[in-house]
């Protein structure tokens, strides 16, 4: 089996700040990034990203919350990302929050009818 290609700098930059913003989130905000990343990563990607895009409306003349930046900038990292780096991710994620990673794949195995 081949060795995967290392990672950019930038997308290395991009897991540790995210990884980051992870450890300082609040339970709910933990919550909604799992679903968001159960989303991206489930077989059905279509749904959720037009329900992720309807999300992201703010009310006028009231500035997002820093929290939405972070999942603003979090959608443009992933969707650039190849899928060597995906994986990347999800493997930093196993290690640093492994109990995150564990509901990952148990939302990810029920999402494809597995359980």
Same mark, same amino acid.
Not at 56 to 79: A, H, V, Y
């Given at each position: 089996?081949?060795?995967?290609?290392?990672?950019?700098?930038?997308?290395?930059?991009?897991?540790?700040?995210?990884?980051?913003?992870?450890?300082?989130?609040?339970?709910?905000?933990?919550?909604? &990034?799992?679903?968001?990343?159960?989303?991206?990563?489930?077989?059905?990607?279509?749904?959720?990203?037009?329900?992720?895009?309807?999300?992201?409306?703010?009310?006028?003349?009231?500035?997002?919350?820093?929290?939405?930046?972070?999942?603003?900038?979090?959608?443009?990292?992933?969707?650039?990302?190849?899928?060597?780096?995906?994986?990347?991710?999800?493997?930093?994620?196993?290690?640093?929050?492994?109990?995150?990673?564990?509901? &990952?794949?148990?939302?990810?195995?029920?999402?494809?009818?597995?359980?």
């Amino acid at each position: 089996m081949a060795e995967p290609l290392p990672l950019s700098y930038v997308t290395t930059q991009e897991i540790c700040c995210l990884l980051h913003w992870l450890s300082g989130w609040a339970p709910a905000q933990r919550e909604c &990034f799992l679903h968001d990343l159960v989303d991206k990563a489930g077989p059905c990607k279509v749904l959720p990203l037009l329900e992720g895009l309807a999300g992201l409306s703010m009310e006028p003349g009231k500035p997002p919350s820093i929290f939405t930046c972070q999942m603003r900038l979090w959608d443009q990292w992933f969707q650039g990302w190849l899928e060597s780096e995906r994986n990347k991710f999800v493997r930093r994620l196993e290690e640093v929050e492994p109990g995150m990673a564990s509901c &990952f794949y148990q939302d990810l195995a029920k999402m494809a009818g597995q359980e």
